[in-house]
């Protein structure tokens, strides 16, 4: 069992729709969580990062994190073509303490 | 802004040859990574640092050495390439704390044949 699973898409979504990613773990110690973005053919990027319950804004995206279901997501309000990437969740702590990263999902937006 | 640079954006090798691959970092992270991404397996952890000439394994060590004799150089070196290291590997460097936020280098897409 992957420790961190996301759906690896593609997730199409239309230009100026939310785009709704997620993620699921199953370390239940995990403490912290990220959200990177991936252009094809570049190196993973930091967009957010969460630690406590409940969602945390900055921007277009909100990440929320539910840790009595073992869930993390990102919201992408009013998507952009720009957005167009592979999102990786990635959770900290527990039993390994080191970075597990999932697969990443592909998003599409559509202009 | 960090930065993180890596010796080489492409690399093609032979079979049985040794290969470095050289990061460094500009500021001051106390913390290096090497990974190695492939379709569909994602990002995994090959060896991380927590200080000079101080390694620890990853996920998948085999088949790979690192060296950090320097606090912004992290070096991974594969000592007899197979073709089954063909892949990206990506250097990420971190403040101290294994939690902090990870900035990743721009890749080094190696090609063993």
């Known amino acids: 069992q992957k420790e961190v699973e996301q759906n690896s898409g593609p997730l199409s979504v239309p230009e100026g729709a939310i785009a709704s990613l997620n993620c699921t773990y199953s370390d239940r110690g995990s403490q912290s969580f990220f959200w990177y973005r991936q252009y094809s053919g570049k190196s993973p990027e930091l967009i957010m990062f969460?630690?406590?319950?409940g969602d945390k804004e900055d921007g277009r995206f909100t990440a929320q994190l539910n840790k009595a279901s073992q869930y993390v997501s990102l919201l992408i309000r009013d998507s952009q073509p720009s957005d167009s990437a592979t999102y990786l969740c990635?959770?900290?702590?527990?039993?390994?303490?080191?970075?597990?990263f999932g697969t990443g999902t592909l998003l599409a937006v559509q202009p | 802004d960090v930065k993180v640079t890596q010796s080489s954006r492409y690399l093609v090798k032979r079979t049985g040859e040794k290969v470095f691959l050289e990061c460094v970092q500009d500021?001051?992270?106390?913390?290096m990574f090497w990974y190695r991404q492939d379709p569909g397996l994602g990002l995994r952890l090959i060896y991380f640092?927590?200080?000079?000439?101080?390694?620890e394994k990853g996920d998948i060590p085999e088949g790979y050495s690192v060296s950090r004799e320097k606090k912004e150089r992290f070096s991974l070196i594969l000592e007899s390439a197979s073709t089954n290291q063909t892949s990206m590997y990506l250097c990420?460097?971190?403040?101290?704390?294994?939690?902090?936020?990870?900035?990743f280098g721009p890749g080094t897409r190696l090609t063993v044949l």
């Open positions: 990635a959770g900290y702590g527990g039993a390994t303490n080191k970075l597990i």
């Open positions: 990420a460097s971190s403040l101290s704390n294994t939690q902090d936020e990870q900035f």
């Open positions: 969460i630690y406590s319950n």
């Open positions: 500021m001051d992270h106390e913390n």
């Open positions: 640092s927590y200080d000079v000439k101080m390694k």
